[in-house]
């Protein structure tokens, strides 16, 4: 394949089903790029990121990678923390989500899904060729959320009021899948493959 794969951004809320439908896209064959496993890696042993917030707080990278409750503290601490904290680690960020993409293209891959949690926070979403929100009624995004071990009704509302409304991403997506099963969000993720790939290969 010559040429860069069609890039498809995908996003949604908190017990949303966003996890879920990457899985359904791999799946598929499709090429799935996590932006938090990537910063994962970046901050485990050894990792660039690591690196990078060494420098800015020393103490919050041992043996082990960086220590996130220490790097929380610091970034409370603070007052401009967290853009520089940003200014270090998300160039590194983007070339693993660059190199990802090379290697999916080398590879033959036609689409990638890039997943984002904060794809529209970030302004992410100006990367993609299109954005895709899953959703699902708010009582349904609660169950699933307060159904995890540990999860307070409080813990939920900080969270949700930290994240863009639903409503709004819905606004701004190219697509909406909505995960109230599995086999309808199963459908929808090859209804939606289907459809890109009938335009992109025209």
Not at 65 to 92: C, F, M, N, Q, S
Not at 173 to 202: C, G, K, M
Request: proline share 5%; with cysteine; hydrophobic share 50%.
């Amino acid at each position: 394949m010559s040429g860069r794969p069609y890039l498809l951004g995908l996003t949604g809320s908190i017990g949303m089903g966003k996890s879920t439908t990457a899985g359904l896209f791999a799946a598929a064959g499709v090429p799935v790029w996590d932006a938090d496993a990537a910063v994962h890696r970046l901050y485990g042993p050894g990792g660039a990121g690591a690196a990078a917030v060494a420098a800015l707080c020393p103490a919050a990278v041992g043996a082990a990678g960086v220590d996130r409750t220490v790097l929380k503290r610091w970034l409370a601490e603070t007052p401009d923390g967290l853009r520089r904290l940003e200014g270090a680690v998300h160039p590194l960020v983007a070339e693993d989500r660059a190199r990802f993409i090379t290697r999916a293209a080398e590879a033959g891959a036609d689409v990638v899904v890039l997943d984002i949690p904060l794809l529209f926070e970030t302004g992410a979403d100006a990367g993609v060729d299109a954005t895709l929100v899953v959703t699902a009624p708010a009582a349904t995004q609660r169950a699933r959320v307060l159904a995890r071990p540990g999860m307070t009704e409080a813990q939920f509302q900080s969270l949700l009021a930290r994240q863009m409304p639903d409503a709004e991403k819905r606004a701004r997506a190219d697509h909406i899948i909505e995960t109230l099963t599995p086999e309808a969000a199963r459908r929808a993720v090859h209804d939606l493959l289907a459809r890109i790939r009938s335009r992109t290969h025209a």
